[in-house]
């Protein structure tokens, strides 16, 4: 792997002549610098220009790093906000639009072997105004207001090479049978295998091998199944699940062996774990899961969307945790593949979700839903993610609750997200007018405790909080969605601002003076939410300051605002942390 992080060329193109101007061409060279993968929005950028840029391109050179004649180069991109045209020594490789999906091309072919230094274009294409891209909590205007945050354009995620065989492994998919403790798998190829191609899978922990399998491969694909009882694992099998209390994961080596090429080897992990709905209960591994959630934004001051390090995607699921949360709602964003690496490392639960447009029409869903199913198909493998959520509070379908068009377009989302993954619960419109799904979930940032005990105590029935629920001309739920023998999650409360500057820039949903007093509203609120029989689970808005929204429990630069120790104990309750099982 060479990484392509650090330094490129950069230019704006505000009139949008580039590319009739050549600036695809290796020659060209742009006149300003910038550090990637920060957006130039940001600070860490070296640009942090907050205006507005529809256009802007990208330059780097790098060597060829190929030792075999009959290897592969890929060029991968983690995610370029919005459109992204890529050029290699002038000739134009790809071609990809959604600005939080990862994409890969195959750029043997652009490279010049009478060349010491190969050239790297890329023009990103962001139109500010488009309100039929998927953006999720980036603003519209130059200056960010309310819920919304300074926009985000091109590369915000890392950029390498990658040398591979001709033919090779191009993708994995993992998945887990408990009733007979087998890990099957579906390994996808780069090409049609040629007569003799052979995969060899072995699945270790803490340096044993736990299982292995081999199999002969004809066409892209190829299927295996890993029996993960034998060897230490049959005497405790509990210590092979994945879970907060103890998350277990197992190394994973993949070898295809081709005809004519050296082995393609992957190395990489699953964890083992099951995550279902049953009546009003969701169960991990058959365990009654209790989901102590807090809202995350994922934005830095000093990098934006970007995360300004692997450390800081780190050291966000360890305060996480440390606040008593065993999961997070990345809310409008698909998180940075190193945060849910992490989150599965660490034992954080997480809630799946992507932007939003701000508008419906057909253009507007059709990128929704692509890009929504590469990001599905990109984290299905993360033992973190136990629930998906393509859509949030109508956002992109406004007029859900009596348009049938845009009733069909969540429902349409619900079975594709099953379609391509189907061992998860999937909310199909998070928060109010609950189209279809397998959570009810709700919205209420009700100031007074009291208000919420009325409508989500614990002798209020799922049909009570469906009449008691109010929020403007919002209702909780749409058609024939059916609100009996569901799990219920308040999936966002709270929102308490403290200490804000006065005046206009700022947003909460209340606001106290005192540390004092912040810690007293946390605990009344969520004493109240967390003692309810009738709820799964709670997720508090939100975990830090964001710009103008101040109602974080930590600042924007990952600050406590009050003692760590006192949260965490308002934030567990009565739910305790199940101790780990011990081997018998």
């Not at 409008?332 to 979700?353: I, M, N, S, T, V």
């Not at 929204?549 to 760590?564: Q, S």
């Amino acid at each position: 792997m060479t990484d392509l992080t650090g330094i490129w060329q950069f230019g704006h193109d505000d009139a949008d002549q580039g590319l009739q101007d050549g600036w695809n061409q290796p020659s060209h060279r742009l006149d300003r610098e910038i550090v990637v993968p920060f957006p130039p929005e940001s600070p860490k950028s070296g640009i942090h220009d907050t205006g507005f840029h529809p256009v802007i391109w990208y330059r780097r050179a790098f060597a060829d790093p190929r030792t075999e004649k009959n290897e592969r180069l890929l060029l991968r991109f983690g995610a370029v906000d919005y459109r992204a045209d890529v050029w290699v020594n002038g000739h134009h490789v790809a071609s990809h639009e959604g600005g939080m999906s990862p994409f890969t091309v195959d750029i043997t072919h652009a490279i010049d072997p009478d060349s010491r230094e190969q050239v790297v274009t890329v023009r990103a294409e962001d139109d500010p105004e488009d309100i039929e891209q998927p953006r999720g909590k980036q603003d519209w205007r130059t200056t960010p207001h309310v819920i919304h945050y300074n926009r985000t354009s091109g590369i915000w995620q890392p950029v390498w090479l990658e040398v591979v065989p001709a033919i090779h492994i191009e993708s994995i998919r993992w998945s887990f049978d408990r009733a007979n403790w087998t890990a099957p798998l579906e390994v996808a190829l780069s090409h049609r295998a040629k007569p003799g191609t052979r995969l060899d899978v072995a699945l270790e922990h803490e340096g044993d091998i736990i299982a292995t399998t081999s199999c002969s491969v004809q066409g892209r694909f190829a299927r295996g199944l890993l029996d993960v009882t034998r060897g230490e694992m049959t005497m405790d099998r509990q210590q092979a699940l994945w879970s907060p209390e103890r998350p277990t994961l197992l190394g994973a080596r993949l070898t295809l062996t081709a005809p004519d090429q050296p082995d393609d080897e992957v190395l990489t992990y699953t964890g083992l774990r099951t995550i279902r709905v049953d009546g009003r209960k969701i169960r991990l591994n058959d365990v009654e899961l209790y989901q102590r959630l807090v809202l995350n934004q994922g934005y830095w001051p000093e990098s934006h969307i970007a995360a300004p390090s692997n450390d800081a995607l780190k050291r966000e699921v360890e305060l996480i945790l440390a606040l008593g949360f065993n999961g997070a709602r990345n809310h409008q964003k698909a998180e940075d593949p190193r945060f849910l690496f992490w989150a599965d490392r660490l034992g954080l639960l997480l809630w799946g979700e992507t932007a939003n447009a701000f508008t419906y029409t057909d253009l507007g869903i059709d990128r929704h839903i692509r890009e929504w199913r590469e990001l599905v198909v990109r984290d299905r493998n993360h033992p973190s993610i136990i629930t998906w959520v393509p859509f949030n509070e109508s956002w992109g379908v406004d007029d859900v609750g009596y348009s049938a068009n845009q009733q069909h377009a969540v429902k349409s989302a619900y079975h594709a997200t099953h379609q391509l993954d189907g061992t998860r619960p999937v909310v199909g419109n998070d928060g109010w007018e609950n189209v279809i799904g397998d959570i009810l979930t709700i919205h209420d940032y009700a100031w007074d405790p009291a208000t919420l005990e009325h409508r989500y105590g614990s002798d209020t029935a799922p049909e009570e909080m469906q009449d008691r629920y109010e929020n403007g001309h919002r209702r909780l739920t749409v058609g024939d969605y059916d609100v009996a023998n569901k799990p219920v999650i308040l999936s966002e409360y709270g929102g308490v601002s403290y200490a804000p500057a006065r005046g206009e820039n700022w947003f909460g949903y209340g606001m106290v003076s005192t540390a004092e007093e912040f810690l007293e509203k946390y605990r009344d609120l969520t004493t109240v939410v967390s003692d309810s029989r009738q709820l799964a689970g709670f997720c508090y808005t939100q975990l830090t300051d964001t710009m103008q929204e101040i109602n974080g429990l930590l600042t924007e630069n990952r600050e406590p605002k009050v003692d760590i120790d006192e949260v965490r104990k308002i934030t567990i309750g009565r739910h305790a942390p199940r101790k780990r099982p011990s081997a018998e």
